[in-house]
């Protein structure tokens, strides 16, 4: 698949952009590749959540208290806190999602919310679906097999795909590598298990509306990005 080149990419719309996938699927990576290209925004709800309890909002004081509580952020202030992010000038030509939506209730909110900015003159439309497909035992080796150097630039390896010249130690600054508690295998099952139960759901809900498009997230990563850009520039 070909792609624009990128001096025409500069100033088109692009559209609300949503990325799908396991951990490990290599979301992040083609995240900011596609930021990069489009001049958009990456928006995590992590960010914005971060920032407005940062930053002593109405929404920030009312999420904090629940935090401070022990308890999850109710989808109704996360949605709303979204919903003031999107409406940002930066967002206008369109912005990539991630982490949101995690469920079917949210991305029925963002379609509404995209609906709402239809009828009041603004400029999104419905959103381009993009799920990236990972065999399971893939997504097990490139996360498992990450090694992080313990080195503020903290280099990162894989010893399956991309080892150290020599065994747990960094290439760059001759650090120790190590693997993080979170790349643990015993770690790794449980959230692949918890994305099955409460992520996929989000998948079939736009499988159901036509708006799903599968790419083979085992290819290289060059040729992941090439397929990624060519179905936002070809998106209807």
């Given at each position: 698949m070909g792609a624009t080149p990128l001096a025409q990419e500069g100033s088109r719309n692009i559209g609300p952009v949503i990325l799908l996938g396991p951990p490990g699927a290599g979301k992040g990576t083609q995240a900011k590749r596609i930021a990069e290209r489009y001049g958009i925004p990456q928006i995590s709800t992590g960010d914005i959540l971060r920032n407005n309890v940062q930053g002593g909002?109405?929404?920030?004081?009312?999420?904090?208290?629940?935090?401070?509580?022990?308890?999850?952020?109710?989808?109704?202030?996360?949605?709303?806190?979204?919903?003031?992010?999107?409406?940002?000038?930066?967002?206008?030509?369109?912005?990539?999602?991630?982490?949101?939506?995690?469920?079917?209730?949210?991305?029925?909110?963002?379609?509404?919310?995209f609906e709402h900015q239809l009828v009041t003159g603004g400029e999104h439309c419905l959103p381009i679906v993009i799920r990236m497909d990972v065999d399971y035992n893939q997504l097990i080796r490139r996360i498992t097999g990450r090694k992080t150097c313990t080195a503020p630039g903290q280099h990162i390896y894989n010893v399956y795909f991309q080892p150290p010249r020599v065994d747990n130690l960094c290439d760059i600054d001759g650090s120790t590598l190590v693997t993080r508690n979170d790349d643990r295998e015993e770690v790794i099952r449980k959230r692949l298990q918890e994305y099955e139960r409460q992520t996929r759901p989000v998948a079939d809900y736009y499988q159901q509306k036509g708006r799903l498009i599968s790419l083979n997230g085992d290819l290289p990563v060059d040729e992941v990005t090439q397929n990624m850009f060519y179905v936002i520039e070809h998106h209807p």
């Open positions: 909002t109405e929404l920030g004081v009312q999420a904090k208290a629940i935090m401070a509580r022990g308890e999850l952020v109710p989808d109704e202030l996360v949605c709303n806190m979204v919903a003031d992010r999107l409406r940002d000038q930066d967002c206008e030509r369109g912005f990539i999602l991630d982490g949101f939506p995690r469920t079917p209730a949210q991305a029925g909110w963002l379609d509404a919310f």
